[in-house]
């Protein structure tokens, strides 16, 4: 695991694991099955702060009559999350080039609905292992997966995926990471929008949009993500779920708890 801190002029260098020891707000913490911590830090062009704040600093507890334990990450929660994640990350590249099809000259509150699928990686992975940090860490892997495939996007298509998994992880914590019902994947998965709609307001001109453009903007992008990232990653994960598949991850040992 890399731990990255800002260098000089903002550049981020390695550093070795006593520096995440001794700085435990800017990591994200790993739990494996053994339930020693191992702690790292993303290494992307976000804040780490933010990430770890974000995602996984809490120790977030379930259980039944006031049994607690922490969500642990185990080897085959992250081997699905890498596997997911990366072929999410070629779908996102698909997605690229059929947008390019898009009328250029089109409505820009109308092209927001294509939005959606490119963070549905932040909604299956969650979705299927339920731990801390799974959206934003598949839509990371995803993202970057699809830059690397050859995005016409370049890195933003990995930077801005950073963004989206980001709204979508918070919509899970605020459920404290037990929530997985119908309802609650459409909120969560919405929140990605708010992400995508703060990314492209700064990196791709959204900003130069009339607000009531804006505003009809980031509605249709939520509601595009709800719908291609929450109810399409429920479909699929309970259709999966079904087949036996999934019986040793969390979505098989959990159910989600209604709004």
């Known amino acids: 695991i890399l731990y990255c801190t800002k260098g000089a002029r903002g550049a981020k260098r390695l550093r070795s694991s006593s520096y995440a020891a001794t700085n435990p707000f800017n990591s994200i913490w790993v739990m494996p099955a053994g339930g020693k911590c191992h702690d790292g830090k ?3 062009r976000m804040p780490c702060s933010m990430v770890g704040f974000f995602c996984l600093y809490a120790p977030f ?3 039944e009559n006031g049994g607690k334990r922490l969500m642990q990450w185990k080897l ?20 690229d080039l059929l947008y390019k099809f898009v009328p250029s000259g089109i409505n820009p509150v109308v092209s927001a609905g294509f939005n959606g699928l490119w963070w549905i990686a932040a909604g299956i992975v969650p979705y299927i292992i339920r731990r801390p940090g799974a959206a934003v860490l598949a839509e990371s892997i995803g993202g970057f997966v699809e830059f690397a495939l050859g995005s016409p996007y370049g890195i933003q298509a990995f930077t801005i995926g950073i963004a989206q998994g980001l709204g979508v992880e918070v919509g899970f914590m605020v459920g404290r990471y037990q929530k997985y019902s119908t309802a609650w994947m459409l909120f969560a998965t919405a929140l990605g929008g708010i992400g995508n709609y703060i990314y492209s307001y700064f990196y791709y001109g959204v900003d130069q949009y009339t607000e009531l453009t804006q505003i009809g903007y980031l509605i249709v992008t939520m509601l595009s993500g709800a719908i291609l990232s929450g109810l399409l990653s429920k479909w699929l994960g309970d259709a999966v779920n079904r087949t036996g598949a999934l019986r040793n991850f969390a979505i098989s040992h959990t159910i989600g708890k209604a709004l």
């Open 42 to 44: 993303v290494a992307s």
């Open 61 to 63: 507890t379930i259980g």
């Open 76 to 95: 085959r929660d992250i081997v699905v999350t890498a596997v997911l994640a990366t072929a999410c990350g070629a779908v996102y590249l698909g997605w």
